[in-house]
């Protein structure tokens, strides 16, 4: 093999006939739809919410006209690449037509077609798509220091009964005659970090705590878009 990565990594090897598939699958598609493929599968990396992962799926789905199980594995088979680039290695060493070569000489491109569309996509991830990801994957990496970072939010909404009178120590239950006085509104939170013990949070609050929370999440965004002015940060 003349590439580090396929010196590395056998795509013949029957663990990995699905992404030899999928890359097969990949070329297949229009140069433009491609370019899309590589770009979401960056930003999915990059992404801190599994809501926002879903979303990208979903509009991978519609742009390839795959189903979504097609689609996330495109988007995985785009990562697989650009983890690889990750390596200063690989980065050094490694061209869009060492790769054509080994997988020519592997028989996974077999068509002038084939390694055509390989080499114009190879490029535009090294080109236009990893220096991007790089740099963003950098200032996550400075950005997350030693604490936990968030990771995804869930929430529900019910109401709770107000029951009078309250069952006390001592009432007989046959006796007990509830009553619901009135409904107060809560809402449930959830929150995930990426690392820590635990991993997920819970607690409630009422709306008017709730508001609360709102607003002093608005002032730190405030608080962060004038520290970005202040030192001209994107």
Known sequence: MESRLFSRFDVNREEN?????????????ARQVRDIVLTNSAQLRLL??????EELIRKTEETTQQPATIAARLLNMGGFFLEQLWDSEIRKEDTPEKWANDLSSLQVLTTDYQREAFLGSA??????VFPGYEGRKKEIAFAAGVLPSFKSIGTTVELRAVIAPKFRFGMKPDEYAPQVASVVPIV?????????????????ASERELKLLLAQLEAAKRDLEELKKRFSVR
């Open 17 to 29: 006939k699905q992404f030899k598939d999928d890359l097969i699958l990949f070329l297949g598609l």
């Open 188 to 204: 449930s939170i959830s929150i995930g970090v990426d690392v820590g013990m635990p991993e997920r949070f819970h607690f409630q």
């Open 48 to 53: 801190v919410l599994e809501s926002e992962g």
């Open 123 to 128: 490029r535009f991830l090294l080109d236009e």
